[in-house]
T-cell receptor
């Protein structure tokens, strides 16, 4: 059973455009929601994370929007660049940390020049 | 400060052999996590260890898989009598502690291929 559902599976965006990736979860006990970026042949790297007491968190061109009532959260990449081309995973955990993270299935983002 | 080091990067085993995957956490990190990534899927949690202790192994298959994190040396994920379905990328992550806003750093993974 997939605890965190992620969409779309793949995404193609023009350079300068906005990339939007969505995730939904069921377990209301989750209280830590990180996003990871993974380049081919590399391990996932933490990009940005949010806790449910805020509805939005922004770091540079990356923004997480969080909707607690809908149990949904999304990643927005503003002014997308070819260097952003990677696979993005959302995740959720009952403990704010790395223990037992539940990952989404990933979104392969391609930013075309 | 070197990151999380995993070796080997690639491992090929025949069915029935044993696979040993090693993970050296970042300096100062005493918490280690192992995840498995099947092709076209997200990472799935396997086990969480602190030095000499298994804290949470709820994601570990009941048979053939074991993990340890000795007082000295790297953490080891051991898979006995490997089968084709064990082919995957195995990632290790480490953190200095657990709890609020603790970031875990992932290694580059070991890609296991069972032939």
């Amino acid at each position: 059973q997939q605890q965190v559902k992620q969409s779309p599976q793949s995404l193609i965006v023009q350079k300068g455009g906005i990339s939007i990736i969505n995730c939904a979860y069921e377990n209301t006990a989750f209280d830590y929601f990180p996003w990871y970026q993974q380049f081919p042949g590399k391990g996932p790297a933490l990009l940005i994370a949010i806790r449910p007491d805020v509805s939005e968190k922004k770091e540079g061109r990356f923004t997480i929007s969080f909707n607690k009532s809908a149990k949904q959260f999304s990643l927005h990449i503003m002014d997308s660049q070819p260097g952003d081309s990677a696979t993005y995973f959302c995740a959720a955990s009952r403990q704010t940390g790395a223990n037992n993270l539940f990952f989404g299935t990933g979104t392969r983002l391609t930013v075309i020049p | 400060n070197a990151g999380v080091m995993q070796n080997p990067r690639h491992l090929v085993r025949r069915r029935g052999q044993e696979a040993r995957l090693r993970c050296s956490p970042m300096k100062g990190h005493s918490h280690v996590y192992w995840y498995r990534q099947l092709p076209e899927e997200g990472l799935k949690f396997m086990v969480y260890l602190q030095k000499e202790n298994i804290i949470d192994e709820s994601g570990m298959p009941k048979e053939r898989f074991s993990a340890e994190f000795p007082k000295e040396g790297p953490s080891i994920l051991r898979i006995q009598q490997v089968v084709r379905g064990d082919s995957a990328a195995y990632f290790c992550a480490s953190s200095p502690q657990t709890g609020a806003d603790t970031e875990a750093f992932f290694g580059q993974g070991t890609r296991l291929t069972v032939v």
